[in-house]
C-alpha cells in the first residue's frame, strides 16, 4: 500500500486567522567584517517527516487532526483558534479519524502489533484494540455514533474491515476481489446501514482496479466501479457520502490516459466517472449538503514534487481552486467541509533539506489560509514552554541533557519572498549547542561539537535552516546561508549576546554586550554602542517595518530603542527584561521579565508567568 491511500471522517470546521508578510528584496546598506566560514556539524539522522493524515471537526471549536511525527503518532487538537499538540500513548502512526462530537472521538492506524484504535474523550485516550490480524493495518474510520463505527484496511495484503459496537471490534466478511493483493483506503457512513469504502485492487500481477463496497449494515456488496482502462492503474483514497445514494469517491488515475485525478460519483445504483481538471493524485473529498464537494491532493513525502491541490465540483463539473502557497512539494490528504465557504484541510509540506512539516489550512469560500493566531511563547531554563494564545508542539521539560539548561527559543517560518509564510513550530537551544525541534526542520546542532558558548538562535525564513551564534561572536550555519561573524572581531571584553535575521536580505545582525550591532549581508540602522542605558539583551527585527527594515535593541532595564523604520511603543521603566518578541498583526511587542512578568505594548495580553515560576525565563517567541 503507498502513503497515499489515506482515510478521511468530515463533518465540520472553524474559523481562522491568516498573517501574510509581503518581503521586497534589496542589496545590503554595508558589510561587516568577516572571517572563513565554519563547517558544521551534519545531521545525524534523516531530515523531519512529518505530516497530517486526517481531521474530523464536530463543532466549529473543534477539530482532531491525527497523523505521524516521523515514525511516531501524532495528533493535533483545534480548539476554534490555534493548534494544540497531544501526547499519543502509542507506537506507530494515525492514518484515520472520526469524531461524533467533542468528547467521543475514534482514531486509527497501525502499529508494530497491527491495527491500532484508540478512543479520545476530549482529554484523556483509551486504547481500543481491533482484532489482530497478520501483516495488517488501518487506513480509516467512519462512525455514526459512539457505538458504531466502521474502520478498513488491509490484512495480508487484502482487503479488510472491522466493525466497533462500543465495546469491541469485531472482523467483518470484506469480499475479496481476487489477485495478489487489495486494500480500502477510505469509507463513510452517512447511517448505521449504510457506508461505501473505496481503494484498490490487483487481480492480477499486472493491472490495477479501483474498488468499492457498500455496507447495508450487516454485509458488504462489492459493487463496479469505472474506469475500465487497466493500463492507467486507477487507485480510489477517498470517499464522502451524503446519503446511500450520494457518494463522491476521488484518486487518482482520472482521464483517458490516467494523469489527471479520479473522480466518481455513485447515485444508489451505478458509478459514473466524472471529467477533472489538471494533473495529479487527489487523496481527500468531503460533499455538503447542496451538492458541493471538495476534494484535495498533491505530493507525499514518499514521492513526487507538485504542490497542494484543491478543487470544487458544483454539481456540473469541477473547478480548480488557488492553494496554499506552501514549499517547492505540498500534499493535503484529509478534508473536512461543514459548507461550501467553511472546510479544513491537513496534510504536509517541504522545505529546504527534504524535511516535511505539517501543513493545515482552511476554505473560507474565497481561498485557502493557514490558521494563524498571534501569540507567544515563554521559554524557561528547565526547557519548559508555555504558549499563550499560539500553539504547542511540545517542550525540552524532563528531556534535557544533564547539566544543561534551555537558553533560547526561535520560532520556526518558511515562506520565499513575496508569498505567503507557512507557519511552523519553533525550535529550542540549549546551553550545550543542541537543538530541539518541535514541528520544524532539524538540520544539526553544536552538541559534541562545541565552538563556543552558544548564546542564541535564529531561523531563516528563506532557507528553512538556522544559525547559532556562540558569546565569541561565531556564527554556525545549518542549511542557512554563512554571510560572517564576530569571532575575532568583537571589542576587547564585549560578547556577542543575540541574532536576528533581517527577512528581506537574507542577512542577519548580531547585537554585543556593549550596545553594538553588526550587520551581515543586511542594512546597519545603528547601535547603542557607547550609550546604552543598561546592559543590552536582544536585537530584534521589526517585521512590520518600511522599506528597507528595521530592528530594536531591549535592555535590561526593559528600555527600547528603535533603529532604522522599526517603530518603538515604550517599555518597561523598573524590570530584569530578558526577551522581546513582536506581534505580526499590530506591530507592536511583547517583553518577559526575570519574575514572568509579560508587559504588552500596543499588543493584546495574553497572560504571564508571574507567580507561576520560579526560574526566570530565557527567551520569549512570537508565532
Known amino acids: 500500500m503507498n502513503i497515499g491511500r489515506i482515510a ?28 572563513a566560514p565554519r563547517h558544521p556539524v551534519a545531521a545525524a539522522a534523516a531530515p523531519t517527516s512529518d505530516q497530517l493524515s486526517g481531521v474530523s471537526c464536530p463543532s466549529t471549536s473543534f477539530c482532531l487532526a491525527v497523523g505521524s511525527a516521523g515514525s511516531s503518532p501524532a495528533a493535533q487538537v483545534w480548539n476554534g483558534s490555534i493548534w494544540t499538540e497531544l501526547n499519543v500513548p502509542v507506537s506507530g502512526t494515525l492514518t484515520g479519524v472520526s469524531c461524533v462530537s467533542t468528547t467521543g472521538c475514534m482514531v486509527v492506524g497501525s502499529s508494530p502489533a497491527g491495527p491500532d484504535g484508540e478512543w479520545w474523550n476530549g482529554s484523556t485516550w483509551r486504547a481500543v484494540s481491533p482484532q489482530p490480524l497478520p501483516r495488517a493495518s488501518f487506513s480509516g474510520v467512519s462512525c455514526v455514533s459512539s457505538s458504531n463505527c466502521i474502520a478498513v484496511g488491509e490484512a495480508g495484503g487484502q482487503a479488510m474491515s472491522q466493525a466497533w459496537n462500543g ?9 475479496d476481489p ?3 493483493n487489495s486494500g480500502l483506503a477510505g469509507v463513510s457512513c452517512s447511517s448505521a446501514t449504510s457506508c461505501m469504502a473505496v481503494g484498490w485492487a490487483w487481480p492480477d500481477n499486472d493491472q490495477e482496479i479501483t474498488l468499492a463496497l457498500q455496507w447495508n449494515g450487516s ?12 493500463n492507467i492503474s486507477p487507485v480510489l483514497n477517498g470517499v464522502s457520502c451524503l446519503s446511500s445514494t450520494d457518494c463522491m469517491a476521488v484518486g487518482s488515475g482520472g482521464g483517458s490516459d490516467g494523469s489527471a ?4 460519483q455513485w447515485n444508489g445504483s451505478t458509478w459514473a466517472e466524472l471529467s477533472t481538471p489538471g494533473t495529479g493524485t487527489w487523496f481527500g473529498v468531503s460533499c455538503v449538503t447542496g451538492g458541493n464537494c471538495f476534494a484535495v491532493g498533491g505530493s507525499t513525502p514518499a514521492s513526487g514534487s507538485q504542490p497542494s491541490l484543491a478543487a470544487e465540483w458544483d454539481g456540473g463539473t469541477w473547478q480548480v481552486l488557488n492553494t496554499l502557497a506552501a514549499g517547492s512539494a505540498s500534499g493535503l490528504y484529509g478534508l473536512s467541509c461543514e459548507n461550501a465557504a467553511n472546510c479544513m484541510a491537513v496534510g504536509s509540506y517541504e522545505v529546504p533539506g527534504g524535511a516535511w512539516l505539517d501543513l493545515d489550512g482552511a476554505w473560507n469560500g474565497v481561498g485557502w489560509q493557514v490558521p494563524l493566531n498571534t501569540g507567544y511563547q515563554a521559554l524557561t531554563p528547565n526547557g519548559g514552554l508555555t504558549n499563550f494564545n499560539v500553539s504547542w508542539y511540545g517542550s525540552q521539560r524532563g528531556h534535557l541533557p544533564g547539566g544543561t539548561t534551555a537558553i533560547a527559543i526561535a520560532p520556526y517560518q518558511y515562506g520565499q519572498p513575496g508569498t505567503q509564510n507557512e507557519p511552523g513550530g519553533y525550535l529550542i537551544l540549549d546551553s550545550n549547542g543542541g537543538v530541539a525541534n518541535y514541528n520544524a526542520p532539524w538540520y544539526g546542532s553544536e552538541r559534541a561539537d562545541p565552538n563556543g558558548t552558544p548564546v542564541a538562535i535564529a531561523a531563516d525564513p528563506l532557507t528553512g535552516g538556522y544559525w547559532i551564534l556562540n558569546s565569541n561572536g561565531g556564527v554556525d550555519n545549518y542549511n542557512a546561508p554563512w554571510h560572517g561573524s564576530q569571532r575575532g572581531h568583537l571589542p576587547s571584553g564585549t560578547t556577542a549576546r543575540s541574532i536576528t535575521v533581517d527577512p528581506v536580505t537574507g542577512g542577519y545582525w548580531i547585537l554585543d554586550s556593549n550596545g553594538g550591532v553588526a550587520n551581515f549581508n543586511a542594512p ?5 554602542r557607547g550609550h546604552a542605558p543598561s546592559s543590552p539583551v536582544a536585537v530584534v527585527e521589526d517585521p512590520q517595518a518600511a522599506y528597507p527594515g528595521g530592528y530594536v535593541i531591549l535592555n535590561a532595564g526593559g528600555s527600547v530603542e528603535g533603529y532604522g523604520h522599526a517603530l518603538t511603543y515604550g517599555g518597561e521603566t523598573s524590570a530584569h527584561a530578558t526577551g522581546l518578541a513582536f506581534d505580526l498583526q499590530t506591530g507592536g511587542y511583547w517583553i518577559i521579565n526575570a519574575n514572568g512578568g509579560i508587559a504588552n505594548f500596543n499588543a493584546p495580553w495574553y497572560g504571564s508567568l508571574a507567580g507561576k515560576t520560579t526560574q526566570a525565563p530565557t527567551g520569549i517567541a512570537d508565532y
Open 8 to 35: 478521511i471522517a468530515c463533518i465540520t470546521t472553524g474559523a481562522c486567522i491568516t498573517i501574510v508578510t509581503g518581503l521586497v528584496s534589496t542589496a545590503p546598506v554595508t558589510a561587516a567584517a568577516v572571517t
Open 167 to 175: 465495546t469491541a471490534w469485531r472482523v467483518l466478511n470484506t469480499p
Open 178 to 180: 481476487g489477485g495478489p
Open 219 to 230: 454485509s458488504w456488496q462489492m459493487l463496479s466501479t469505472p474506469p475500465d482502462n487497466f
Open 261 to 264: 485525478p479520479l473522480a466518481v
Open 524 to 528: 546597519w540602522f545603528g547601535s547603542e
